[in-house]
């Protein structure tokens, strides 16, 4: 599904790089977890899966399903599939919720050449996805993530996956400032559109997260590379002994 | 003191090419107003309080000719049930308005009023805009005192089931519409008045407001989107006791518009708030000037500003907070910011606070950006389109101005008129 081959990154105003070659291919149906301490490169890589102004890609590619796409806008990726779960959810005053999600929607349906959704149709679909995430007529109506508390931003943000159907979910630090039953309100949000056809890349700091959306397959990353790769047993490593004894174990 | 000889000109210039109506109870404000404005002179790029913005157009002989904006969109405040008075290029048009007659409110054409010997508004018309002559001089308003040739009387007693809508209408590619409009309304009473559409090629309108205590007056302007249009207009509010004023103007087109509003609190415990919000693209100037008085304890005012400019247009806010001696409590906010969507477009902001009482609430910020890109990712990772995306930005960042209006249905409408130009200029 997602193929990332020997990735390098730099920012675009200033000489740093951050990814240095990475290498990573999530299947359809897996969910791909990535760690790592802070200032690996987690978040960036993220970024540039999504298409955020600001950075350069000097070598390397990413495609899903086999398109490239590293040379598309933000919203070309968003119609072939791409979605990014943000750590931190933008609040957009004056914009309702409910006109944001269906503008999202029929663009993406739009720009695939399918009808788009009427709105009796839509008001379906999404209240009965919103009853799930707990998330209630009034925050529908409210304007986007403005007045929402932590826990509302994100769920708001699984919200938008579940109404998109993406076919690559990459979610940001999902767990950053959530309480443990929000977070399990997030995870079961997830875990729900777990499917065959669908995969997940999951950036978090800890296990924690981990014990609710059960990964495959485990990523250390390290210095914009990924340095180590294992089994679901790799991130209680990691919860246990921090990221030292793999670092130098690389090293 | 004698005038500039430029000034001097151009003032009797202008002078001699109207004619002060003669007779009734408005004869002696109109002579008033005039020496107004022979003492002050019209304005020129000289003065101070015109830096920023050219009077020229405003004040020659001749008007410049504004072609009539040819749309198939229904004017503003078209779905609401509202009572309607039409001028069309400045004069009243019987059979295009309303009847008149509602309960709670009595409303007269000036036109009918001026010839009578006695009516409560004269103890009103040209007072209020001549309290407003200082400290600042306005001479377009004092102008227009003396030679309105129409407008309406409007006495609210109670509370009107619907609003009161003023549409102007431009017929003529150079009509000079001179409108003056009083509202007064009584302690406890409540309406809600809406304006409309782009008036004439050039208009000069002033709406006097006296608002007794406890009332409450909304007024919610929308000025139509003649591209060619010119318009100097001033609002003069006295707030008694407990009372209310809010005010909204949303602007989009218009080559020249300068609106001044004028707000003084004379009864403790009342609250204005005058908001607007702008959309300019290419030869467009838009100038917002504001002066409210605190001269009562634990009044509240609020100036919110929001302009989106495009395309080499250019934003003026010129926006004063003055707290005299003894007015303990106020709470004075005003904010301005222009959302510049180029690098030919450009803001000019002025913001000024004056204090002379110790126990006061003052803030003032004025900022100028580009659209926020957090923002703009965040919609196209969506699936947004860029375009689209750009413009729900605009909208974001217009919202704290249109969030100003308390009625949702009317803010929902003026939101929704916005995105549609937006969407029709993508």
Same mark, same amino acid.
């Given at each position: 599904?997602?193929?990332?081959?020997?990735?390098?990154?730099?920012?675009?105003?200033?000489?740093?790089?951050?990814?240095?070659?990475?290498?990573?291919?999530?299947?359809?149906?897996?969910?791909?977890?990535?760690?790592?301490?802070?200032?690996?490169?987690?978040?960036?890589?993220?970024?540039?899966?999504?298409?955020?102004?600001?950075?350069?890609?000097?070598?390397?590619?990413?495609?899903?399903?086999?398109?490239?796409?590293?040379?598309?806008?933000?919203?070309?990726?968003?119609?072939?599939?791409?979605?990014?779960?943000?750590?931190?959810?933008?609040?957009?005053?004056?914009?309702?919720? &409910?006109?944001?999600?269906?503008?999202?929607?029929?663009?993406?349906?739009?720009?695939?050449?399918?009808?788009?959704?009427?709105?009796?149709?839509?008001?379906?679909?999404?209240?009965?996805?919103?009853?799930?995430?707990?998330?209630?007529?009034?925050?529908?109506?409210?304007?986007?993530?403005?007045?929402?508390?932590?826990?509302?931003?994100?769920?708001?943000?699984?919200?938008?996956?579940? &109404?998109?159907?993406?076919?690559?979910?990459?979610?940001?630090?999902?767990?950053?400032?959530?309480?443990?039953?929000?977070?399990?309100?997030?995870?079961?949000?997830?875990?729900?559109?777990?499917?065959?056809?669908?995969?997940?890349?999951?950036?978090?700091?800890?296990?924690?997260?981990?014990?609710?959306?059960?990964?495959?397959?485990?990523?250390?990353?390290?210095?914009?590379?990924?340095?180590?790769?294992?089994?679901?047993?790799?991130?209680?490593?990691?919860?246990?002994?921090?990221?030292?004894?793999?670092?130098?174990?690389?090293? | 003191?004698?005038?500039?000889?430029?000034?001097?000109?151009?003032?009797?210039?202008?002078?001699?090419?109207? /004619?002060?109506? +003669?007779?009734?109870?408005?004869?002696?404000?109109?002579?008033?107003?005039?020496?107004?404005?022979?003492?002050?002179?019209?304005?020129?790029?000289?003065? +101070?309080?015109?830096?920023?913005?050219?009077?020229?157009?405003?004040?020659?002989?001749?008007?410049?000719?504004?072609?009539?904006?040819? /749309?198939?969109?229904?004017?503003?405040?078209? =779905?609401?049930?509202?009572?309607?008075?039409?001028?069309?290029?400045?004069?009243?048009?019987?059979?295009?308005?309303?009847?008149?007659?509602?309960?709670?409110?009595?409303? +007269?054409?000036?036109?009918?009023?001026?010839?009578?010997?006695?009516?409560?508004?004269?103890?009103?018309?040209?007072?209020?805009?001549?309290?407003?002559?200082?400290?600042?001089?306005?001479?377009?308003?004092?102008?227009?005192?003396?030679?309105?040739?129409?407008?309406?009387?409007?006495?609210?007693?109670?509370?009107?089931?619907?609003?009161?809508?003023?549409?102007?209408?431009?017929?003529?590619?150079?009509?000079?519409?001179?409108?003056?409009?009083?509202?007064?309304?009584?302690?406890?009473?409540?309406?809600?008045?809406?304006?409309?559409?782009?008036?004439?090629?050039?208009?000069?309108?002033?709406?006097?407001?006296?608002?007794?205590?406890?009332?409450?007056?909304?007024?919610?302007?929308?000025?139509?989107?003649?591209?060619?249009?010119?318009?100097?207009?001033?609002?003069?509010?006295?707030?008694? =006791?407990?009372?209310?004023? *809010?005010?909204?103007?949303?602007?989009?087109?218009?080559?020249?518009?300068?609106?001044?509003?004028?707000?003084?609190?004379?009864?403790?415990?009342?609250?204005?708030?005058?908001?607007?919000?702008?959309?300019?693209?290419?030869?467009?100037?838009?100038?917002?000037?504001?002066?409210?008085?605190?001269?009562?304890?634990?009044? =509240?005012?609020?100036?919110?500003?929001?302009?989106?400019?495009?395309?080499?247009?250019?934003?003026?806010?010129?926006? *004063?907070?003055?707290?005299?001696?003894?007015?303990?409590?106020?709470?004075?906010?005003?904010?301005?910011?222009?959302?510049?969507?180029?690098?030919?477009?450009?803001?000019?902001?002025?913001?000024?606070?004056?204090?002379?009482?110790?126990?006061?609430?003052?803030?003032?910020?004025?900022?100028?950006?580009?659209?926020? =890109?957090?923002?703009?990712?965040?919609?196209?990772?969506?699936?947004?389109?860029?375009?689209?995306?750009?413009?729900?930005?605009?909208?974001?960042?217009?919202?704290?101005?249109?969030?100003?209006?308390?009625?949702?249905?009317?803010?929902?409408?003026?939101?929704?008129?916005?995105?549609?130009?937006?969407?029709?200029?993508?």
């Amino acid at each position: 599904m997602l193929e990332i081959k020997n990735l390098h990154v730099k920012l675009e105003d200033e000489d740093k790089q951050i990814l240095k070659g990475v290498n990573l291919t999530v299947e359809a149906g897996k969910v791909h977890a990535i760690m790592g301490p802070n200032g690996s490169g987690k978040s960036t890589l993220s970024y540039v899966l999504s298409g955020k102004d600001g950075y350069e890609v000097t070598e390397g590619s990413a495609t899903l399903g086999g398109e490239e796409l590293l040379e598309l806008e933000p919203e070309e990726r968003a119609a072939l599939g791409i979605f990014l779960a943000f750590q931190y959810p933008v609040e957009i005053p004056g914009v309702g919720n &409910m006109t944001f999600l269906r503008t999202a929607v029929n663009s993406q349906r739009k720009a695939r050449g399918e009808e788009e959704l009427s709105a009796s149709d839509f008001l379906k679909v999404v209240r009965e996805k919103a009853k799930t995430l707990k998330i209630d007529a009034e925050m529908l109506k409210r304007p986007v993530n403005v007045g929402f508390s932590g826990g509302e931003k994100k769920r708001n943000e699984i919200l938008q996956m579940a &109404m998109l159907e993406p076919k690559m979910c990459i979610l940001d630090e999902t767990d950053s400032g959530l309480d443990v039953d929000a977070m399990k309100l997030v995870a079961d949000g997830v875990n729900a559109l777990r499917d065959e056809g669908r995969g997940f890349l999951v950036i978090t700091h800890y296990q924690r997260l981990l014990d609710h959306i059960k990964p495959d397959v485990v990523h250390i990353m390290a210095n914009g590379r990924i340095i180590k790769t294992g089994g679901p047993e790799l991130a209680l490593e990691v919860e246990h002994n921090g990221y030292a004894d793999i670092l130098t174990e690389v090293a | 003191m004698a005038l500039p000889e430029l000034k001097q000109t151009t003032t009797e210039a202008r002078l001699a090419s109207v /004619t002060l109506p +003669e007779g009734g109870c408005l004869e002696p404000a109109r002579r008033a107003a005039l020496s107004r404005v022979q003492g002050m002179g019209l304005p020129d790029r000289r003065d +101070e309080y015109w830096k920023y913005t050219r009077p020229d157009t405003l004040i020659s002989v001749d008007v410049t000719k504004a072609a009539v904006f040819e /749309t198939d969109e229904t004017p503003a405040f078209s =779905e609401f049930d509202r009572l309607q008075i039409v001028f069309v290029d400045g004069v009243f048009d019987a059979e295009a308005s309303d009847d008149l007659s509602l309960e709670g409110v009595s409303i +007269e054409r000036l036109a009918d009023v001026q010839g009578k010997d006695i009516h409560w508004v004269k103890d009103l018309y040209g007072v209020l805009e001549a309290r407003g002559q200082t400290p600042v001089e306005r001479p377009l308003a004092a102008f227009n005192t003396a030679f309105a040739t129409d407008g309406v009387v409007i006495h609210v007693t109670g509370t009107p089931s619907k609003p009161i809508n003023l549409t102007y209408r431009h017929a003529n590619d150079s009509s000079d519409a001179i409108l003056h409009h009083v509202i007064k309304v009584d302690s406890g009473a409540e309406a809600t008045i809406l304006e409309n559409g782009p008036a004439a090629a050039r208009f000069n309108k002033v709406m006097e407001i006296d608002i007794a205590d406890k009332g409450t007056l909304h007024l919610l302007r929308a000025q139509g989107r003649d591209h060619e249009r010119r318009a100097a207009t001033h609002l003069f509010a006295h707030l008694g =006791e407990e009372s209310a004023f *809010k005010s909204f103007t949303l602007t989009v087109n218009g080559v020249l518009t300068r609106n001044e509003a004028v707000v003084e609190f004379t009864g403790d415990n009342a609250m204005a708030h005058v908001a607007g919000a702008c959309v300019g693209d290419g030869d467009f100037h838009h100038d917002d000037t504001v002066f409210i008085t605190h001269d009562a304890v634990n009044c =509240e005012s609020r100036q919110v500003f929001k302009k989106v400019l495009r395309n080499g247009a250019t934003g003026v806010f010129q926006g *004063k907070i003055l707290v005299k001696e003894g007015a303990q409590k106020t709470d004075g906010y005003q904010i301005s910011q222009s959302l510049l969507l180029d690098d030919d477009s450009q803001f000019l902001a002025k913001p000024e606070l004056e204090i002379y009482a110790d126990d006061v609430a003052c803030s003032h910020g004025s900022t100028s950006g580009a659209i926020d =890109e957090d923002g703009l990712f965040y919609l196209r990772s969506r699936g947004v389109p860029i375009g689209e995306a750009t413009d729900l930005m605009t909208l974001a960042f217009l919202a704290e101005a249109v969030e100003e209006i308390d009625d949702s249905e009317i803010a929902a409408s003026i939101n929704d008129r916005l995105y549609g130009w937006l969407a029709r200029r993508r």
